[in-house]
Structure formats: structure tokens, C-alpha cells
């Protein structure tokens, strides 16, 4: 019964937050990494089209809620949301032909477009603030919970309780959903596979006759719905506020870099390796040791590593290790 | 005002060459606040409200020799603590007031206090500063500085009292990332543990974040019967408390007075059932009085604008006491005229208390805001003490 109840804890303080945060970033990561992959430069401007994306995908929210429609007990924003990446997509194509196409034409080099994606950065900010405030914003609605903690504790009789929320819920399948369909996509189609060549060697598929713009297109697209889909779970299931989303870049990219730049499975290995050192470590484990740990060698202070005020710097230090062991990443992907 | 002032200018004139044998004809009372500056919104009411108080002594004629109060306003800024000491400077050496009515904001009181009040020895009632560093308990003031204002270490120990009335031996506190929520929460730990009830943990919380659960993971597994929310309402304590609700970390809480708004009604309605909450609020008697009294005239509930009143009135009504406008004769007398023995003296009745005071008599000075003067001479503050119960906010008194 102890250990039930050390497993319960933990679960619902570590597990589940840590699996939605982790579902979050890798969705984010995965955006970043194609970009990385195929337009071969460090997108900084990923984070705010996260937040544009979001902003649309609301702006429509409040649209429908307005002339009431709603998808019953899941938040309105999921049928908003192919809009918002419609959108976002529109977005991005246009930054692409009016900015990046010029720099893609010089053959600049890849520092240069990170500084050009640093400016892209500063003006999405700067439009979503105008457009819809810096403020925080709530936009979900329909059923908070899956389980709360009232009826858990009624149901099974334990002391302590489980919380799923429906944010939560539909983060992981909606990210399960997402990744299985851009594996497919990216193994399995002729476009996706020209994606790959592309991304190999990019001589070598120009020479077997892929067209380059539509490869960029194609990317851009699928970074636009990745992005848009990642900031909305996020402002579903905490809150919307474009500084937020702004900060989010640094987690995003460590996320991204631990995996190994490029490469889409160590975007997903990232983020939850991100997630779950953020939260591991900041946790104080004194409940959860309490309940598993005999009474003789329980612990009487807290049990917490870091102070939560560190998280962010806990990507980081992950971050260093990994470039000073691995500079290309767990999974191999391109050295930085 | 602007007749008031130049009729009262007029006075002082007239009064000036009327008395010119005389000794303590006129009475001037420095009012030092942040015309301009962060709150400069909130200080014409509070000097309103302050020169209120002396039209109300002048046109009694009862202080001292009949003498008449003129106020003379200067800027603290706020924050500028030069340019604030200079301006209070200039009102000691050549305005030559006989008190000070400021200033406003914690940091320049503190540089007013130690630059030119303390250098020329000259009394200071301040209605608005509320750091606990400003308690002088070795008396560093020379007994010169007053608050009408309660500083945050007293909120610390009222919460304590109601908790403890409660019977809850056990709390977490989480504090905002600042001088206010860190004060704060070190005050009340202070507090509680010499009450003798346990802190299971103090922990910060960075405001402007969109998610607070490991914050909450922490505090959880600490424990406590209550969780207490040293933070802002529209800033990271609301953020703090619905992941508390949702991880079921803490069914309760302790609002002080960052946290006590309609907003958190609107944010959490039922869900925080059983909660309490205290924030430094005159009763409703009072305050009713006090609006009575002003006739809108101004903005009488306005932020500090009772305590200005307060605080000009006791400057005058220890005058009284003493017979004498000198600063260090008057200084002793502000706590004995502010607390009881004596009659009760609401906010209009300053003609009474000086009549009082003459004949000899003793005073317990209530004003506006229930004035009662505890420590080095800071107000214990009235606090409302909340019941959260069925998405409203009840009182359930005042302590």
C-alpha cells in the first residue's frame, strides 16, 4: 500500500507533468531540427512562431466559442487548430520568399541565416504582442480533468491523489498522433523521401532532379503545423503569454541539440530527457521517500537537489555535458 | 484647495504680523510625498486628506495659542532619495517647518529620516511606509519617526494569530521573488515558529510563468495543512494556487493582502472553500466616517488617504500635549495622545481633543484608520480577517 502510494505521488507530481512537458518540447524540438536538417541553419525564430501560431489558433477559438460551437467535453482550440496552421503556414511562407529565399540565393552561410532568423525573431514577437497583447491568456475550455483528484482518491481508497487533466491527455496522444504521421510522411512518401535526400546531400538530389523550392515549401509547412500544434497543447495545458513562449526557445533547443541536430528521433529523446531532468531534479523526493523508504532511513528535510528557481538551468547543464562528451547528440545527428 | 490655500496663506500672513511678539503663532507642517513619480496618482488625495486635518485645527483655534497650520508640500519622488532629501532638506531650513507629514515611499522615508529629520531633529509621520527595516527598536530615530501605516512584520504575526486561532500548527509558505513577498514570508515564519508552529518550507516562486506545477511538487511534498500565498493576485500566487488545485497538492489557503482582490474570486470561485485571508483595511464604521467627514471633497478611499489624515492630526495633537511646537518637546507625547487612557477622538473631533488636551485632559486618538501605536511607534494596523466560503469573501472581523 506504501509503495502505491509513493508510486501514486510520484506520478502525479512527476510523471505526468513531466511526460506533457516532455510531449511539448519534443514537438517543438522536432520543428527546429527539420529546419536544422533541411534549410541547415539554427531557426531562433521558432519560439515566436510557436506563440503566431497559437495567437491565430486562438483568435479563431474565441471566434467559435463566440458563435458557439464547441467539441463538447475537448477544448474548442482542437477545432481551431487547423486554421492556426493555416495561418501560421501562411506566415512562414511569406518570411520564406520575402527573407530567407534572397539569403538561400546568395548561398550565404548558415551564420548568417541565424542572425536573419534572429531579426524574423524580433518582428513575430513584436507582431503577436500588437496583435493580441503581452498578457496572459486562457483559452481552454470544455473538461478540465480526466481524473481529479477527489474522484481517484474515492476510487481507490488511497491518500494520495491523481490528477490527469484533459490538456494533459490529449498533449501525448495528439503528440503520439503527430510523430507516427511525420515518420510516415518522412519515410514512406515520395515527398518525404525526397525531403531526406535533400537533406543528405544536397548536390547529389539536385542532381537526380528534386526541386528545391518545393522540398523548402514542403518543410516550411510541416514546420509551421508542427510549431503551431506544440504551442497550443502548451497554452492549453499551462497558459498563453508570448514571453513564455519566447523563453521556451532555450529548453526547445536543448532539447534539439541533446538529441543530435537533425535528426527527428533525437528530438523526441531530447525532449523528454529535458523534461524529465527539469523536473526530476527540482523535485523534493521527501514524500514519495517517505512512503517507499522504511521509517528508520526516511528522510526528514526535503530531499530536493536544486531549488525550482534552477530549472532552466538544468537544460543547460545537460546541454554542456552533452556537447563536451557527444558534440553531435545521442542519436548522431550533425555536429554543432 | 487652491482658496483654501491661499486663505490659509492669507491667515498665516495676517497671523504672522498680528502675533509678531507672540512665540508659536504659526504651525507649519511639512508634506513630503511623490507628486511625481510611480504613485503619483495616489498622493494629491493623501494631501488632501492631510491638509483636511489642519483647516480642521486652524478654523478651531484651539491649538496652542490659537495658533494657525499651514501646510507646505515638497516631492519625494518615490524613489529619487537625493532628490527627496534635498526637498526635505529645503522644508526644514527654509520653510522651517515644525514636523513632517511623509514621506511616502519606504526607500526615501528611510533617506529623509536618516539625512535631515534625524540631522535636525525634526518629527516624522510617515502614512504609507510599510518596510519592516524602518522599525527604529533601538532607536536609531531618536524617537523623532512614526508610521500610520503597519509595517508588513506586523501582518506576519496577525496571520500567525489566525492561524493559530484556527488550530493549524503546519503551514508551507511560497513567496513572490521580491523585497514585499520575501519580507513578508520571513516575517511570518519568524512568527509562526516562535508561536510555535512549524514551517515545512519557504520556498520562492518567479512571477510571469506559465507553469508553477514543480514549484507545487515542492510544497507538496513538504507538506502542511495550509498552504500560505505570499504573491500577487494577477501575478504568479494565482498561478500557483490553481496548480495546487489541480495537482491536489492543498485544498486551503492564507491570502495576505497581495492576493486579496475580486480577481481571485473570479479566478477560483468555490474552489477555495475554506480558505482564509487578512489584508490591513479601517472597519467599515470608519471609513464611512471618514467619507462623511471629507464630503467628497476628494477621494476618501483612496489608498493612504485616512492615514494621512492620521498622521497629520497626531502631529498636532502632540503638539498640543506639549504646549510647545518644538519637535523635541512634542516627540514624547505622539504615542500618549494616539493610545489609550483617554477619550476616543473620531475622525471631525480634532476641535474636541484639542479642547481636551488644554484643559489638561487625556486623549485616545481613533481618526480615520483606528490608530494604535505599538512598537517604536508604528501603527498595529487594522486587518480584516477573510472566511472564503461559497465563492464569496466574508469578514469575519478585524485584529
Known amino acids: ?336 | 484647495m487652491k482658496k483654501f490655500m491661499m486663505a490659509t496663506a492669507a491667515t498665516a500672513l495676517m497671523a504672522g504680523s498680528a502675533f509678531a511678539d507672540g512665540h508659536q503663532a504659526d504651525v507649519k507642517i511639512g508634506i513630503i510625498l511623490g507628486f511625481t513619480g510611480p504613485i503619483e496618482s495616489l498622493t494629491p488625495s493623501m494631501a488632501d486628506g492631510a491638509e483636511l486635518a489642519m483647516k480642521e485645527v486652524t478654523d478651531s483655534g484651539l491649538l496652542l495659542d490659537s495658533a494657525t497650520v499651514t501646510p507646505v508640500r515638497a516631492d519625494s519622488t518615490c524613489i529619487d532619495a537625493g532628490a527627496a532629501s534635498a526637498a526635505a532638506e529645503r522644508l526644514v531650513t527654509a520653510d522651517k517647518v515644525d514636523g513632517i507629514m511623509g514621506a511616502d515611499c519606504s526607500g526615501v522615508t528611510g533617506a529623509i529620516l536618516n539625512n535631515v529629520a534625524v540631522a535636525n531633529g525634526v518629527v516624522m509621520v510617515s502614512p504609507s511606509a510599510t518596510s519592516p527595516g524602518l522599525s527604529h527598536n533601538d532607536n536609531e530615530d531618536n524617537g523623532l519617526f512614526f508610521r500610520t501605516s503597519p509595517s508588513d512584520a506586523r501582518q506576519g504575526v496577525v496571520i500567525t494569530e489566525l492561524l493559530m486561532d484556527q488550530g493549524i500548527k503546519e503551514v508551507a509558505v511560497t513567496y513572490t521573488n521580491n523585497d514585499y513577498g520575501k519580507g513578508l514570508a520571513d516575517s511570518f515564519q519568524a512568527a509562526f515558529e516562535a508561536a510555535g508552529g512549524t514551517v515545512t518550507i519557504n520556498a520562492a516562486h518567479e512571477d510571469g510563468k506559465a507553469d508553477y506545477s514543480a514549484e507545487v511538487g515542492a510544497l507538496a511534498s513538504a507538506g502542511g495543512e495550509r498552504l500560505v500565498v505570499a504573491g500577487y493576485v494577477d501575478q504568479g500566487g494565482s498561478g500557483i494556487v490553481r496548480a495546487a488545485l489541480d495537482s491536489g497538492a492543498f485544498d486551503t489557503f492564507h491570502f495576505p493582502d497581495g492576493m486579496v482582490s475580486a480577481a481571485l474570486l473570479e479566478n477560483f470561485g468555490t474552489e477555495i472553500n475554506g480558505s482564509s485571508g487578512a489584508h490591513p483595511s479601517p472597519s467599515e464604521e470608519l471609513s464611512t466616517a471618514f467619507a462623511d467627514h471629507v464630503g467628497g471633497a476628494f477621494d476618501s478611499s483612496s489608498p493612504f488617504t485616512p492615514e494621512s489624515y492620521d498622521a497629520a492630526a497626531l502631529i498636532m495633537l502632540a503638539m498640543q500635549a506639549a504646549g510647545s511646537k518644538d519637535s523635541n518637546d512634542y516627540k514624547e507625547h505622539v504615542m500618549n495622545v494616539a493610545n489609550a487612557p483617554g477619550e476616543e477622538i473620531g475622525v471631525g473631533e480634532l476641535a474636541k481633543a484639542l479642547q481636551i488636551l488644554k484643559d489638561g485632559g487625556d486623549i485616545d486618538y481613533v481618526g480615520a484608520t483606528g490608530v494604535e501605536l505599538v512598537g517604536p511607534g508604528e501603527a498595529a494596523g487594522n486587518y480584516r480577517e477573510i472566511n472564503y466560503d461559497g465563492g464569496v469573501d466574508n469578514t469575519v472581523g478585524f485584529r
Open chain 1, 1 to 336: 500500500m506504501d509503495l502505491l502510494n509513493a508510486f501514486v505521488a510520484l506520478s502525479n507530481f512527476v510523471l505526468i507533468p513531466a511526460i506533457a512537458y516532455g510531449s511539448q518540447l519534443a514537438l517543438g524540438a522536432l520543428g527546429v531540427t527539420l529546419i536544422y536538417g533541411i534549410l541547415r541553419f539554427s531557426n531562433f525564430a521558432h519560439g515566436d512562431t510557436m506563440a503566431f501560431g497559437t495567437m491565430a489558433t486562438i483568435l479563431i477559438t474565441w471566434g467559435f466559442q463566440a458563435i458557439g460551437i464547441s467539441a463538447g467535453p475537448l477544448p474548442t482550440a482542437l477545432l481551431a487548430l487547423p486554421f492556426g496552421i493555416a495561418i501560421c503556414a501562411g506566415l512562414l511562407l511569406l518570411t520564406d520568399r520575402t527573407v530567407y529565399k534572397f539569403y538561400r540565393q546568395q548561398k550565404a552561410k548558415p551564420v548568417i541565416f541565424v542572425i536573419v532568423s534572429l531579426g524574423v525573431m524580433f518582428i513575430m514577437n513584436g507582431l503577436v504582442r500588437f496583435i493580441i497583447g503581452p498578457n496572459d491568456q486562457r483559452f481552454a475550455d470544455g473538461e478540465r480533468f480526466i481524473i481529479s483528484v477527489r474522484t481517484f482518491k474515492e476510487m481507490t481508497g488511497l491518500q494520495e491523489g491523481l490528477a490527469i487533466k484533459t490538456t494533459q491527455g490529449i498533449t501525448v496522444v495528439t503528440a503520439v498522433i503527430v510523430v507516427a504521421a511525420l515518420f510516415y510522411f518522412l519515410n514512406r512518401t515520395r515527398t518525404g523521401k525526397s525531403m531526406r535526400a535533400y537533406s543528405d546531400n544536397e548536390d547529389l538530389a539536385l542532381l537526380s532532379g528534386i526541386n528545391p523550392e518545393r522540398v523548402v515549401m514542403v518543410t516550411w509547412l510541416i514546420v509551421a503545423a508542427l510549431a503551431t500544434i506544440a504551442g497550443v497543447l502548451y497554452g492549453l495545458d499551462k497558459s498563453f503569454k508570448p514571453f513564455v513562449y519566447f523563453q521556451l526557445l532555450l529548453p526547445i533547443f536543448a532539447a534539439a541539440i541533446v538529441g543530435g541536430l537533425g535528426s527527428p528521433i533525437g528530438a523526441i529523446a531530447g525532449g523528454f530527457t529535458i523534461a524529465f531532468s527539469e523536473v526530476m531534479i527540482t523535485y523534493a523526493w521527501k514524500k514519495v521517500a517517505n512512503y517507499a523508504l522504511p521509517e528508520a532511513i526516511a528522510p526528514d528535510g526535503l530531499a530536493q537537489l536544486l531549488s525550482t528557481d534552477y530549472k532552466f538551468a538544468v537544460s543547460f547543464v545537460i546541454l554542456l555535458i552533452v556537447l563536451l562528451f557527444k558534440p553531435t547528440g545521442l542519436f548522431a545527428g550533425k555536429s554543432v
